[in-house]
């Protein structure tokens, strides 16, 4: 393998046997290496390779200034992450959380401590994602030395959820803004709590949130559901009037109208969590 550019002593971008453009991090790696030399091999520790050329050159030049004990930290945490959500992530997390990491550490050491408002939030919401910034914030204190404050965990697990999702949206604070605003409406109307344990709510807190991705996204489903709704306003009318209520929160807030199919869903949420009331 070639040199084709040096990045620091750490890093350099070479090609592979496929003519792919790879990044190689390793101690020393490029100490006193020129374009155009052979790859101490030896001296490799990590290969990075991103399919999408824009996330490529992003991570590229944030590698330039990122010390490379920073990156491998961030590396380690997404690959819990990858294990722990069993989903697919898109590569843009090996930009973002990289760069929290970075940011955060030298927030840190400047003494500048960041309170997370959604903290709690996130936490009920997006459960999963949530246990891997708590596991995060005990690798940076084992890594770096580094002792992160429990709202970081909110703040690496949006990084998480925001690479889930199928679009290149930060939508993750919004999301958890609508659920947890829709939820409130819900238990002002019927002066309650709900069992956050149980699977209808679960059901509806799912519900919602993929309510709130669509509507931010502009996505949403047609208006052709008018006659089941008329079934279920006078069979669940308590439930309907709740389900206006939201409709109201969310004409007032996107100037969005619901159609008859998001409400009939909604108030069908809302009589599961509500029926033993």
Not at 47 to 74: C, G, S, W, Y
Not at 86 to 96: A, C, D, F, P, W
Request: net charge negative.
């Amino acid at each position: 393998m070639i040199i084709k550019r040096v990045l620091n002593n750490n890093t350099i971008i070479s090609i592979n046997s496929k003519g792919v453009e790879v990044l190689l991090m390793g101690k020393g790696i490029a100490f006193g290496q020129k374009k155009g030399q052979p790859v101490d091999l030896e001296l490799v520790e990590k290969t990075f390779l991103l399919r999408d050329k824009d996330t490529q050159n992003k991570f590229t030049e944030l590698l330039i200034d990122v010390p490379m004990e920073h990156i491998l930290v961030a590396e380690k945490i997404i690959n819990f992450g990858k294990i722990k959500l069993g989903k697919n992530l898109s590569e843009t997390i090996y930009v973002n959380l990289t760069d929290h990491i970075h940011s955060a550490v030298e927030r840190y050491q400047e003494g500048i401590i960041l309170k997370n408002p959604l903290r709690w939030d996130i936490e009920r919401f997006y459960p999963d994602e949530y246990a891997v910034g708590e596991k995060a914030i005990e690798v940076v204190r084992k890594e770096l030395g580094v002792e992160f404050v429990i709202d970081e965990a909110a703040f690496i697990a949006i990084h998480f959820v925001n690479a889930e999702q199928s679009k290149s949206f930060d939508l993750a604070y919004e999301v958890a803004e609508i659920t947890k605003n829709i939820e409130d409406i819900v238990k002002r109307a019927y002066n309650t709590e709900f069992d956050e344990s149980s699977l209808d709510y679960y059901r509806f807190i799912t519900h919602v949130k993929f309510f709130a991705q669509r509507l931010l996204t502009g996505e949403h489903y047609e208006d052709d559901d008018s006659e089941l709704l008329d079934t279920l306003k006078k069979k669940y009318e308590l439930e309907y009037r709740c389900a206006l209520k939201i409709g109201e929160y969310v004409e007032e807030t996107f100037e969005y109208c619901l159609s008859s199919t998001e409400l009939v869903y909604l108030t069908a949420h809302i009589r599961r969590i509500t029926k033993n009331l």
